[in-house]
């Protein structure tokens, strides 16, 4: 017996998931979990995979931020409900450290709304911005929240290429190949996970003009804009433009190494109003969840205001130096070719995988790694985009140096020069092949 | 021009924001915001009308509760991400908590689902149980997030009403006949918002024997759990039922006066495994916005283990006398019929809207009560329940005592004996009525 709608009348406990549920995936928990990995008990685990800054032990909440929540707490004046779109005063103070993304002209706490970390300021962007049918562009390789968020509620991603050897720019053609009526937004990682690139001000130019063609608001992911390497400069998109709308996502998880504080915002930059009833949209779906932890809000302004520029350049410091130092050691080891960052806390490695025909691809590479070297990366499949793998530079010098003389190790054990070619055709001597 | 799917090509900035976000209605915001308000200048304003148990300065979060934040911060162990559904510990402590809602069997940590306030807990709850098209059956009167939630997924909510006459039980019979193959939970708040009333067992009994009849899961909002005024006795739901599944959501919000930390979860009773799908859609729903703060989270042992009794019947001290006081004020005015609430922290009063020709509804004689009296009740209205207005118990006594002698003042006022008998047929004397 079933009705009209299609769904059986209950006639026993069947108590099914909702759809939305169900495709809300985490893909990177997916893959991992599909690894069979037992690692080398005679090697220390060395997980390169995980994206908390603050596990390792080295990297560390600064003082003042932490004092600021202290004091925040002590007050005893934060413990009530704030507005749903944040305390004015935490607001401010956003609106204030954020005056780089468009200069020349204030930002209005009115066009800050706090959210629970900088995923919720992502999912009320997207949710906010995008029907049921409609699709949104995202990067490949990117970060695989954008997904996550989007296909539970049937709003379709389009994956747009980032392309290695051009630094990670996008692939501006494919990329506008992709918009059809049924766009409701470009989202820009930038500086992006898991590449670590950084686009110049050129590039953004370019992606400005790609949205301003065909009417796109953009959603700027720029939760590392401030993980910057020196030489390079992060370009607020939304200080290159004011004919396209921007919603820029940002907060205190990365930069502050506080990820579990759960404090992120959107800063609304709508310079001809063209978002106007977005916006209603987007304040609306603060009334789900009523707002972020008050606390750290009480915290804000004194945070923003007191984490000294010092603090801040000892962890690119950290950042940056391990990037150098792993660029250097995989540079030379055969088989693989890692892309040094500009920023962000990550570094993709390609892996020649025809060169290793032990393993059939990124994530057999992984597994096999974890299981021979205990050295943890995750494939690049997490990322939608296999042949690499990516590796986290926020981990104690030593470490990084040791992952890398593991993996050095490795590949090393498990290179064939052009093997596939030697097998098939039985033509030539291994060693005569050279690079 | 446009497309097969209906949507208009795009030849200008025409962005509109979701339907998703454009339905995130907040029913109470919208109602208020409607009301011309302009309060007596001559009185200062008395807001009986906000659900913030802080905001008056006579409730407070308990030094315990205040000092387990302030250790958590200072441990520094808290800054980084928890898992999805919350640290061990601290799911553990909630376990242990609750241990009254499962008697004689214990509760599992990993049944446990901490998320940002209790209305993340409701969130997840109703969007991993119920898909598009379906229907949660929820109370009328009732707290008005339940819609928010469900509507701009397009799930419908059905009301069943409560009965002031008979303690705000619900009426079996009409929610019986709301249910059909796409109901796909029924929610119970108990204590309720906005009646204050307290179900018993029996009637818990009741309400179980209908979701076991029609498989139906029950979503319990018990956030007001601890919050039972002397003689009445708040029982779990969950704990009169292995047949029926029981999501249970809760929080510190209330009972420990801290809304703004967000700290809320959700305790899956599932004896016979009957959600086991359901459940992993839920947890998967941790995913979208990754948790709650990690600072409330790391104290969470320490709150509950170490928040004393005293403090807590303090609280309930406040709550029940001022809702005796205002009870007994109220009660002897002219028109107005006040339910006593066993439990929570709010009071219905029903207005006999035919007694005050000047106003046409309760929302109108809420504006008129601010603007005479600056006393500020909730509309019935908001909570789906025209003809009651709710205020809140949790203001200081002097607080409650003059806004009960104002409403006194303002209905004496506007009350008129059978005036509209009086006026329809001109036959009586306004005198001659008695009551
Ligand atoms: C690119 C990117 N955006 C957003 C986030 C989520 O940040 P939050 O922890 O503030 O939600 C991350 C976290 O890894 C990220 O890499
Ligand atoms: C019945 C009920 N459920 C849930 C909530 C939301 O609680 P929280 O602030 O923890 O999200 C409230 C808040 O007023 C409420 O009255």
Redesign the interface.
Known sequence: LS?S?G????????????????N???RI?NIVESLKIKPNPEKPMIPLSIG?P??FGNL??ADET?KA??HS??S?K?????HTQGHEAARQAVAKYSAHQRPNEEIDPMEVVLC??C??AL??CI???????QNVLIPRPGFCLYH??AEG?DIEVRYYDLLPDQQWRADLVQLESLID??TAALLINNPSNPCGSVFDEKHLRQLIGICER??L?IIADEIYEHFVFPGSKHVAVSSLTTEV?VLSCGGLTKRF??????MGWIIVHDR?Q??V??V???K??C???????????GALPEILAKTPQSYFDGVIDVLHSNATLAYKMLKQVRGLNPVMPNGAMYMMIGVDIERFPAFKDDTHFVQELVNEQSVFCLPGSCFEYPGYVRIVLTVPKTMIEEACARMTEFCDRHFKKDSRAFIEHGLLDEEDLAF
């Open positions: 009705t709608s769904k059986p009348q209950r006639f026993g406990w069947q108590i099914k998931p909702s759809k939305l549920s169900l809300t995936h985490n928990r908390d603050t596990i560390k909440a932490m929540v202290l707490v002590e005893g934060y413990n009530g409900y704030a629970s970390g995923s919720s999912e009320y949710l906010a911005l995008a029907d049921r049918g996550t968020l509620l009526e049924n065909h009417y608001p709308p190494l506080v990820p579990g504080w759960r001809k063209r978002l009833d977005a209603v949209g987007l609306n779906m009334g789900r969840i009523l707002g972020s932890n008050t606390l750290i809000q």
